[in-house]
């Protein structure tokens, strides 16, 4: 612990969205690690959700590492996704780990953030976690055929080269293990054992956690996964309205797009309020205003129907 090491947490403005589909994720990976190289922050874990991610960092100027990240991102986002104005809230969670027991802590709270928010089973099949680049001389790396990233590569969207020595991935993106302090970790977990055994099992923290969530829900105590992620779901919407973008939907398309994909999918309403960026008690509202109406239309078209059938017969019978 040479140098400071902070927990940064950074959420969606309004829970929304900060990535609707995989590229999204890709590219904010890429950004960390060019940037960490630099400005000096040395990125030791990361995990990515759909609108919000935690960090933990190692370095004296992390003000300026995140927002040249942020800012980065947000050029990135605004041109992909046609968008103005910055992404995500503007202030952020900060930590400062100050010794063994609480980086160690952050560390399995960061590592099983998908876990605890019940995304994924487990760290391991979680593809935007850190968790897989750690111990590998005790497995195998699942990832095959890298490449250096050579002179003059540039980070797409962005003015900066990409360092020589980084190993680029088949999917262009860069490989993680280039950039992550992998071995600080280690240490810190001492044995492939005692890591796995950390992130496999929740902490009695988080175990309290879900359990208070749990009594104030009047939920069971049973797990369930969410069955299809917000990161899928958005990347279904943007395929269904493709070639336009979520920023140009109105109000009635997205209630409407919201009905169907409830209806397709199965997603709960505040995931489709993350992904759109509306606020759930008012869609919610709006869904259900708009399925009574339709579900007036039909009764009414139902009714004409009927009295045209009845019209036919009656003038059959006097003929």
Same mark, same amino acid.
Not at 144 to 151: D, E, K, M, W
Not at 190 to 206: A, H, R
Not at 253 to 280: H, N, T, W
């Given at each position: ?13 309004? #829970? ?28 030791? =874990? ?60 952050? *560390? ?14 487990? @760290? ?6 850190? #968790?897989?680049?750690?111990?590998? =001389?005790?497995? =195998? ?7 250096? #990233? ?27 293990? @280039? ?10 977990? *001492? ?34 996964? *969410? ?7 958005? =990347? ?21 797009? #919201? ?61």
């Amino acid at each position: 612990m040479r140098g400071k090491l902070w927990h940064v947490s950074v959420q969606g403005n309004g #829970a929304q969205s900060l990535f609707l589909d995989e590229s999204d994720v890709l590219h904010f990976i890429d950004i960390l690690g060019v940037y960490s190289y630099y400005y000096g922050c040395q990125v030791w =874990a990361y995990n990515i959700l759909s609108n919000h991610f935690h960090l933990i960092l190692e370095g004296d100027n992390l003000q300026r590492f995140i927002q040249v990240v942020r800012i980065s991102y947000s050029k990135y986002y605004q041109s992909v996704h046609c968008t103005i104005g910055s992404v995500g809230r503007r202030g952020y969670s900060v930590g400062l780990l100050n010794n063994r027991e609480k980086l160690l802590e952050k *560390v399995i709270y960061v590592l099983r953030n998908s876990v605890k928010h019940k995304v994924y089973p487990h @760290s391991y099949v979680d593809p935007y976690n850190s #968790a897989k680049y750690y111990f590998l =001389a005790n497995r =195998a790396d699942p990832i095959q055929n890298l490449y250096p #990233a050579g002179p003059g590569r540039r980070l797409p969207y962005s003015k900066k080269q990409i360092p020589e020595h980084y190993l680029i991935e088949e999917n262009g993106h860069i490989y993680p293990r @280039s950039f992550l302090k992998f071995t600080s970790i280690e240490k810190v977990f *001492v044995s492939f054992n005692n890591f796995m055994k950390l992130i496999t099992y929740p902490q009695p923290k988080e175990s309290e956690d879900h359990q208070r969530k749990n009594d104030i829900l009047g939920l069971g105590d049973d797990l369930h996964f *969410v069955q299809m992620t917000d990161l899928q779901l958005s =990347a279904k919407i943007l395929e269904k309205i493709r070639p336009r973008q979520l920023s140009s939907l109105s109000d009635s398309d997205i209630v409407s797009l #919201a009905i169907l994909c409830k209806r397709m999918y199965p997603v709960s309403v505040i995931q489709l309020s993350r992904v759109f960026g509306y606020p759930e008690s008012t869609l919610r509202w709006r869904m259900q205003g708009e399925q009574r109406r339709l579900r007036g239309t039909r009764e009414c078209e139902g009714k004409r129907d009927d009295q045209t059938r009845n019209g036919a017969q009656d003038g059959n019978s006097e003929n």
